[in-house]
T-cell receptor, first 113, second 117 residues
Framework: GQQLNQSPQSMFIQEGEDVSMNCTSS?????WLWYKQDPGEGPVLLIA?????ELTSNGRLTAQFGITRKDSFLNISASIPSDVGIYFC?????????????FGQGTELSVKP | EAGVAQSPRYKIIEKRQSVAFWCNPI?????LYWYQQILGQGPKLLIQ????????DSQLPKDRFSAERLKGVDSTLKIQPAKLEDSAVYLC???FGPGQGSVNEQFFGPGTRLTVL
């Protein structure tokens, strides 16, 4: 079945630094999404990307949908302590397949004040 | 707007016992999903409902897992009998509809953490 490879698995950074993580797949997706999950909570949607090549920002977050539709990256600028958590990419299949999401393994971000 | 509600939040059982989880989606959301999230991994879809019909249950271990959404609103997920490898967080999510775009934005509940001893 489809698999997403997300990297890095974990990151330890200093407050104020920029962060970059990415996701690759052997399959084409129609939509790429980025979620953040805090301990004991469900994932929360950060950014959704619907077109190949699309670059979208949400505050300090920027994400891009790769031209090949097989990859995406997420950047966080000027990190702050509340950015701590696990970030997941997810690819969404075509609507005639019910909009199923395939998740990456996650990137655990730690921010040192 | 109230979010997706799940109960219980935590459950500890012995292997071979049965367990059930409950989910109440966001009001008006026709599509409901159950995901399994094993520690250190991303969520994996178990079953997707559109109203009270099953859209996708291809990754549901049907010999031990079952789910229903009888009136197209609340849903229950059951495991009978449980195995050690079923230890995971079970997440429920809902969306306005299936398909692509913002209509399919999935909102997740807090999950039920299951420990099988």
């Amino acid at each position: 079945g489809q698999q997403l490879n997300q990297s890095p698995q974990s990151m330890f950074i200093q407050e104020g630094e920029d962060v970059s993580m990415n996701c690759t797949s052997s399959s084409i997706f129609n939509t790429w999404l980025w979620y953040k999950q805090d301990p004991g909570e469900g994932p929360v949607l950060l950014i959704a990307l619907y077109k190949a090549g699309e670059l979208t920002s949400n505050g300090r977050l920027t994400a891009q949908f790769g031209i090949t539709r097989k990859d995406s990256f997420l950047n966080i600028s000027a990190s702050i302590p509340s950015d701590v958590g696990i970030y997941f990419c997810a690819g969404q299949l075509r609507s005639n397949q019910g909009g199923k999401l395939i998740f990456g393994q996650g990137t655990e971000l730690s921010v040192k004040p | 707007e109230a979010g997706v509600a799940q109960s219980p939040r935590y459950k500890i059982i012995e292997k071979r016992q049965s367990v059930a989880f409950w989910c109440n989606p966001i009001s008006g959301h026709a599509t409901l999903y159950w995901y399994q999230q094993i520690l250190g991994q991303g969520p994996k879809l178990l079953i997707q409902f559109q109203n009270n019909g099953v859209v996708d249950d291809s990754q549901l271990p049907k010999d031990r897992f079952s789910a229903e959404r009888l009136k197209g609103v609340d849903s229950t997920l059951k495991i009978q009998p449980a195995k050690l490898e079923d230890s995971a967080v079970y997440l429920c999510a809902s969306s306005f509809g299936p398909g692509q775009g913002s209509v399919n934005e999935q909102f997740f509940g807090p999950g039920t953490r299951l420990t099988v001893l």
